[in-house]
């Protein structure tokens, strides 16, 4: 057995990079993702922190040019992905791999009706013939809470929620061994956002799916997630199970996005913003990229930006901090 | 005897569509007193930023009273409007769109002090913006900088300073920080709470967000499609809530805390049309517990509690 076999996906070394005439955009530098089987892998950070970068290079789907990959090691259920040609790679996306994209509204093609933009990945992937696949898809359909008869209306005869319902349905008609959602429920209302995370967390059951979250919101997180892993700046910085995460903090990046939450058990508090912002990806700093930002930087912070060290099996951290004996953060949030 | 800054009653705006009448606020009442905060929160389509605007007169009303410092400016003339509105001003959700990209930082806070002439000397009103500037936490340097080339946080400070260059008591903040990313978010909300601390303004803080609302509110509304079916101190909302949407509601967010494993109530369906709607509750279709009675008449606001108003027929 070879130790792939192990994970749904394995990426070893990642580094992407967009050549433009303004200079070389540092999008992804150099991370690792390993996921296991049925397993959930919340993907954090904020706008610009590569997330969603690292999904579409998973898919292959990064723009050359001006989009640069560099990979290691690229597995996805043991197929070694780099070396595919692009018409087998096709066979791949949304056989073997689907993604769910932020918006609904700009996904779906406005000229098909729902139920034909179900029935083509079925066709292709499926080769059904386009009569079976149509009733496949109303099936889909009544799977996401969709009446099937509904199959026959368009886009835009379907509210914001039933939008992002049809994506999953068209994400999932075959059986995808891994789901990448990008920030899935992000443009839909808190009341509806609830509905279709209960509906993907019921599918993903259902099917098996292993299944990358990528999301700003740790609530979800929360919810949803076995792991996850804490970008920035094209690095992860942290990552562990959710309780490692949650409840054993170690990166100061990760203490400033959960100071930065309005706490709801002590709600006179004054928020505690990490200071400054996200640094420029065309120049990035020499040595910790979150360095100008953090409260406990050192001279030590400045050179090499820090690798990622096990603290125990399932956690670790990218800090160069934690190179000082008794070093820790303080996370006043629980106190 | 409250010191009252703002009353508004029975305030309405309805839009005609094709397809009939559109009710966005339909009869909403509440008060407000002067250096607090009411949040008004809803989901889209439930009336919250028409409501917002309609009290600026942004929007005409259809009906009703907007009492502010015990004036009705709904009967205020075009003029003497514009000289009220130095006293209530407006910060937008969207820090990209709702900056001219022409104009420099400086010609877009200072345009509100030239246009009212607040001051008309060149380096007095240079010396306002650089004052309004240091306010909102924008470098010196940044003055002559266009808005595409800021980021979003330091945009929306941009429209802070605006909305302070007339040193208004009154600010309607819509979605102030929901295009921003969440350590940006916790540094413009401190800054509106200091200003709010230091200048006495009171803020109609507006959102979809309930967690930046109970951090940041006195009082809390809830809105459902036009109407306010629950209102009540925020601690009073989040610890009792009562009306079945804001259960609902308040059990749909996400929290980033292991150790809370709560009850979900899910709602079924969602937010009907605003067009042409019956007289009955408007969330009997979508709610848990609703009665056959529920589909006779609309529910008033009633306080049930001291302070705490709730629109339902089965509580009150």
Do not use: W
Not at chain 1, 81 to 100: A, N, Q, T
Not at chain 1, 122 to 139: N, T
Not at chain 1, 180 to 190: C, F, G, K, S, Y
């Amino acid at each position: 057995m070879s130790e792939t076999e192990k994970h749904i996906l394995d990426v070893k070394n990642l580094v992407v990079r967009y050549e433009t005439e303004d200079g070389i955009v540092r999008a992804i530098n150099g991370i690792d993702i390993q996921l296991g089987y049925k397993q959930t892998l919340g993907l954090v950070g904020e706008t610009g922190a590569g997330k969603t970068t690292a999904a579409l290079s998973i898919l292959r789907l990064v723009p050359s040019p001006p989009g640069v990959v560099e990979c290691d090691l690229l597995h996805i259920d043991g197929l070694d992905i780099l070396s595919l040609p692009d018409h087998k790679m096709e066979e791949v996306r949304g056989k073997e791999v689907s993604m769910i994209f932020q918006d609904p509204m700009t996904v779906l093609n406005p000229v098909f009706t729902v139920g034909e933009q179900i029935a083509e990945s079925l066709e292709i992937h499926e080769h059904l013939s386009h009569k079976d696949a149509l009733q496949r898809a109303e099936s889909m359909l009544e799977l996401v809470g969709i009446p099937g008869s509904r199959a026959n209306e368009y886009p835009h005869q379907f509210s914001g929620g039933m939008k992002q319902r049809v994506v999953i349905a068209i994400a999932l008609a075959c059986s995808p061994k891994l789901l990448i959602a990008d920030e899935p429920t992000t443009a839909l209302d808190v009341t509806i956002q609830a509905q279709v995370l209960e509906l993907m967390s019921q599918l993903k059951d259902k099917y098996d799916t292993s299944m990358i979250m990528i999301t700003h919101d740790l609530g979800i997180v929360a919810e949803v997630c076995d792991k996850v892993a804490v970008m920035y700046a094209g690095r992860i910085v942290e990552q562990g199970l959710l309780e490692d995460v949650f409840n054993h903090t170690l990166h100061p990046y990760t203490e400033g996005l959960f100071n930065s939450l309005p706490n709801v058990k002590n709600r006179t508090a004054m928020l505690k913003p990490i200071r400054g912002l996200m640094p420029d990806p065309t120049n990035l700093p020499s040595g910790c990229a979150f360095a100008p930002r953090c409260n406990y930087a050192t001279e030590a912070c400045l050179g090499e930006p820090p690798a990622l060290r096990a603290v125990s099996d399932t956690h670790s951290v990218a800090c160069a901090a934690y190179n000082t004996p008794g070093f820790h953060i303080e996370k006043g949030r629980d106190a | 005897m409250a010191d009252t800054i703002l009353e508004v009653r029975n305030l309405k705006k309805y839009f005609k569509t094709a397809r009939g009448m559109l009710h966005a606020v339909d009869d909403i009442s509440f008060t407000l007193e002067r250096g607090k905060t009411l949040g008004l929160v809803g989901e889209s389509g439930c009336g919250k930023s028409t409501t917002g605007r309609s009290i600026l007169r942004l929007i005409e009303p259809s009906a009703g009273e907007v009492l502010f410092d015990g004036t009705d400016i709904c009967k205020l003339s075009s003029g003497e409007m514009r000289k009220k509105r130095k006293d209530m001003q407006i910060i937008f959700q969207d820090p990209f769109s709702s900056l001219d990209p022409k104009k420099t930082v400086n010609q877009i806070i200072s345009e509100p002090i030239r246009e009212n002439r607040i001051l008309t000397k060149k380096h007095a009103i240079e010396e306002k913006v650089l004052e309004l500037m240091e306010t909102v936490g924008l470098a010196e340097r940044l003055i002559n900088s266009y808005p595409h080339e800021l980021d979003g946080g330091r945009r929306q400070r941009i429209g802070i300073a605006r909305a302070l260059a007339m040193q208004p008591k009154l600010i309607v903040c819509d979605e102030p920080v929901s295009a921003l990313d969440v350590s940006i978010q916790a540094q413009i909300l401190n800054l509106l709470k200091t200003l709010q601390e230091k200048m006495g303004l009171t803020y109609i803080f507006i959102t979809h967000d309930l967690s930046v609302v109970n951090h940041f509110s006195n009082d809390i509304a809830v809105m459902y499609l036009g109407q306010i079916v629950e209102k009540a101190p925020a601690e009073e909302l989040f610890a009792n809530p009562i009306h079945p949407y804001t259960k609902a509601l308040l059990s749909a967010i996400p929290v980033p805390d292991l150790s809370e494993k709560r009850q979900r109530i899910s709602l079924k369906g969602e937010i009907t049309s605003p067009i042409n709607l019956p007289d009955a509750c408007r969330f009997a279709n979508r709610c848990f517990d609703c009665q056959d009675g529920c589909r006779e008449g609309i529910p008033q606001l009633r306080e049930v509690t001291p302070n705490h108003f709730v629109a339902c027929f089965l509580h009150g």
